[in-house]
C-alpha cells in the first residue's frame, strides 16, 4: 500500500509569516510531485510541482524534494488571507496513478 | 471551453437506486480518475482508465461501475446506492506523461438517503 503521509492541521500562522507544509511518501520509485490546493467546497486545483532535488520556486511558493528522506515540502512567504485553504500532496508512484495525502489545512490569520 | 466538467452538480438519491455521474473532457488526455472525498480520509481513488476500453480498479471500487467507451466520457455508476456513498465525487484526467498533474472537474455531492 503506498503511502503518502501530511499532517492535518490545522496550520495557523499570522499575515505576512511563512507558512510551511510537509509530506512524507513510501514509494522510492516515485519521481514527480504535486502540490494542490483545495478551498472549502472547491475541487484541487495544481499550485506546484516538482520531479528533481532541491528548491523549486514560483511566486511566493517554493517546492522542496528530498529523495533520499522521501519527504517534499511547499513553503509560503509571505502569507494571506487567501491562501487559507486545504493543502495536498500528491505522488504518482511507480504506477503513475497519483496517491494523495490527507491534506494540511492552512489557516492564515490577519 | 475546453476543460473537464461534470454533472449533476448535486443529487439526492434514495437507498437502492442507480445513479450515474457523468464527466466529459475535451483536452484528448489518455487518462481518466474517479475520486471521492470524505472526511478523514482524503482522495481516494475509484476508478481509472488509461484509454477507451481500458479501465482499473482503484482503492475503494466495490459498489461502482465504470465504462469508457469514448475518450472524452468517464461515466460513474452506482449500482444500487448505499448511505456509505454519501460523498463528494471527482472526476480527473491527465496527459499520457508520466509527469503529468491531474485536472479536475468541479465535483458532485451525491446524498444517499
Known amino acids: 500500500q503506498k503511502e503518502v503521509e501530511q499532517n492535518s492541521g490545522p496550520l495557523s500562522v499570522p499575515e505576512g509569516a511563512i507558512a510551511s507544509l510537509n509530506c512524507t511518501y513510501s514509494?522510492?520509485?516515485?519521481?514527480?510531485f504535486f502540490w494542490y490546493r483545495q478551498y472549502s467546497g472547491k475541487s484541487p486545483e495544481l499550485i506546484m510541482s516538482i520531479y528533481s532535488n532541491g528548491d523549486k520556486e514560483d511566486g511566493r511558493f517554493t517546492a522542496q524534494l528530498n529523495k533520499a528522506s522521501q519527504y517534499v515540502s511547499l513553503l509560503i512567504r509571505d502569507s494571506q488571507p487567501s491562501d487559507s485553504a486545504t493543502y495536498l500532496c500528491?505522488?504518482?508512484?511507480?504506477?503513475?496513478?497519483?496517491?494523495f495525502g490527507r491534506g494540511t489545512s492552512l489557516i492564515v490569520h490577519p | 471551453d475546453a476543460g473537464i466538467t461534470q454533472s449533476p452538480r448535486y443529487k439526492i438519491t434514495e437507498t437502492g437506486r442507480q445513479v450515474t455521474l457523468m464527466c466529459h473532457q475535451t483536452w484528448s488526455h489518455s487518462y481518466m480518475f474517479w475520486y471521492r472525498q470524505d472526511l478523514g480520509h482524503g482522495l481516494r481513488l475509484i476508478y481509472y482508465s488509461a484509454a477507451a476500453d481500458i479501465t482499473d480498479k482503484g482503492e475503494v471500487p466495490d459498489g461502482y461501475v465504470v465504462s469508457r467507451s469514448k475518450t472524452e466520457n468517464f461515466p460513474l455508476t452506482l449500482e444500487s446506492a448505499t448511505r456509505s456513498q454519501t460523498s463528494v465525487y471527482f472526476c480527473a484526467s491527465r496527459s499520457r506523461g508520466q509527469n503529468s498533474p491531474l485536472h479536475f472537474g468541479n465535483g458532485t455531492r451525491l446524498t444517499v438517503t
Open positions: 514509494d522510492r520509485v516515485s519521481q514527480s
Open positions: 500528491a505522488v504518482p508512484g511507480g504506477s503513475y496513478i497519483p496517491t
